[in-house]
């Protein structure tokens, strides 16, 4: 089945610095790719939709300048968090459909990153 | 009033009982719903999903839908130990949008 990729797992950052997750589709080409944010014991919040090619979709409230995507590739896509900040620290998961679109589909979720801002 | 709303529970159940998780949807043209389940520290994954009024079965899952009350539903059968999780319910307004809005999630304890 439709395989997401998403790296790192974890990472540790100091206040200030930036952090790129990866997320890459391993045998589909993903056209749009979703990034979700998690703090603990809350459900998954929308951040932005990822386009290839063109620029990303930000969600209400979400700082386009702070959480920067990229979706250069049919198969991957990076959010870098710039200046990060101890209110940051959350699980960030990416999710992708398949394209050509096929109808009422699922979307195939990466396995989270985990930051924590020191 | 939340978009998507769920026991945050937690629930318990024996082992072998049925657990039932139910959500409620705030967007009368929501077309597409889903059931997802998650453990603690990972990723989503899909268990059902549902696109009509009416029962689903897979194995031992049946999810319920009933668009006029805006309520679905997930039944797990034989429950088992290792149901143990966070299950998630999630919305899309209409067919080929993806977006999905997320309830809370209601944490399933299954007790041996």
């Known amino acids: 089945g439709a395989v997401v990729s998403q790296h790192p797992s974890w990472v540790i950052c100091k206040s200030g610095t930036s952090v790129k997750i990866e997320c890459r589709s391993l045998d589909f080409q993903a056209t749009t790719m979703f990034w979700y944010r998690q703090f603990p014991k809350q459900s998954l919040m929308l951040m932005a939709t990822?386009?290839?090619?063109?620029?990303?979709?930000?969600e209400q409230g979400v700082e386009k300048d702070k959480f920067l995507i990229n979706h250069a590739s049919l198969t991957l896509s990076t959010l870098t968090v710039t200046s990060a900040h101890p209110e940051d620290s959350s699980f960030y998961i990416c999710?992708?459909?398949?394209?050509?679109?096929?109808?009422?589909?699922?979307?195939?979720f990466g396995a989270g990153s985990r930051l924590t801002v020191l | 009033q939340k978009e998507v709303e769920q026991n945050s529970g937690p629930l318990s159940v024996p082992e072998g009982a049925i657990a039932s998780l139910n959500c409620t949807y705030s967007d009368r043209v929501s077309q597409s719903f889903f059931w997802y389940r998650q453990y603690s520290g990972k990723s989503p994954e899909l268990i059902m999903s549902i696109y009509s009024n009416g029962d689903k079965e897979d194995g031992r899952f049946t999810a319920q839908l009933n668009k006029a009350s805006q309520y679905v539903s997930l039944l797990i059968r034989d429950s088992q130990p290792s149901d143990s999780a966070t299950y998630l319910c999630a919305v899309t307004s209409n067919f080929g949008n993806e977006k999905l809005t997320f309830g809370t999630g209601t944490r399933l304890t299954i007790i041996p």
């Open positions: 999710s992708a459909r398949q394209a050509p679109y096929s109808g009422a589909n699922v979307l195939t």
């Open positions: 990822s386009n290839e090619g063109s620029k990303a979709t930000y």
